[in-house]
Antibody, heavy 121, light 107 residues
């Protein structure tokens, strides 16, 4: 059974930094691209970032480019999101999601349960 | 960036009704369009990928169609568990973008 378990969400002040983690199990992690998607309270879905199976390709939403960094450790079956210069508008539930493709996006077959990031003074 | 416009943003229907949700892309995305369902407090779940392919395990009352800029999700006979939120998503090019969502409510 595929499992994705996010962690690291906390309350942080504007301008602060945070690192989210996603522990993957139940599939061959380094066969698939992975994503971060966020959802502000009561709002819709916003794609944040994708990383290819080998970490060689990464892409970001314009809203986080230059502030967030996606990475993965295939030896640890883990996905990460380093979030710097946090803003109040980054407040959201952050999901990690597994694609069905290795290098690019096709569709998000599995999702975690999310970890809540709150940016507030 | 490609904008995805979903309509309606909400609709009221009854059990057994046929409903159609529309998603329009700001430029052609071929058939790189997915549909997700999100229940309250849960992560989204894929229903349809590549515009019209039914994800394994999803009931056949769900169907998708379209290509280019205009797409539809149809639920042929609404069941009680279908009164939730639906999102479209384009995966033609990054940044990937979602529609604003359609909330299906009980009439």
């Amino acid at each position: 059974e595929v499992q994705l378990v996010e962690s690291g969400g906390v309350v942080v002040q504007p301008g602060g930094s945070l690192r989210l983690s996603c522990a993957a199990s139940g599939f061959t992690f380094d066969d698939y691209a992975m994503h971060w998607v966020r959802q502000a309270p009561g709002k819709g879905l916003e794609w944040v970032s994708i990383i290819s199976w080998d970490g060689g390709s990464t892409y970001y939403a314009d809203s986080v480019k230059g502030r967030f960094t996606i990475s993965r450790d295939n030896s640890e079956n883990s996905l990460y999101l380093q979030m710097n210069s946090l803003r109040t508008e980054d407040t959201a539930l952050y999901y990690c999601a597994k694609d069905v493709a290795a290098r690019h996006a096709e569709y998000f077959q599995h999702w975690g349960q999310g970890t809540l990031v709150t940016v507030s003074s | 960036d490609i904008q995805m416009t979903q309509s309606p943003s909400s609709l009221s229907a009854s059990v057994g009704d046929r409903v159609t949700i529309t998603c329009r892309a700001s430029q052609s995305i071929s058939r790189y369009l997915n549909w997700y369902q999100q229940k309250p407090g849960k992560a989204p779940k894929v229903l349809i990928y590549a515009a019209s392919s039914l994800q394994s395990g999803v009931p056949s009352r769900f169907s998708g169609s379209g290509s280019g800029t205009d797409f539809t999700l149809t639920i042929s006979s609404l069941q009680p568990e279908d009164f939730v939120i639906y999102f479209c998503q384009q995966v033609y090019i990054t940044p990937l973008t979602f529609g604003g969502g359609t909330k299906v409510e009980i009439k």
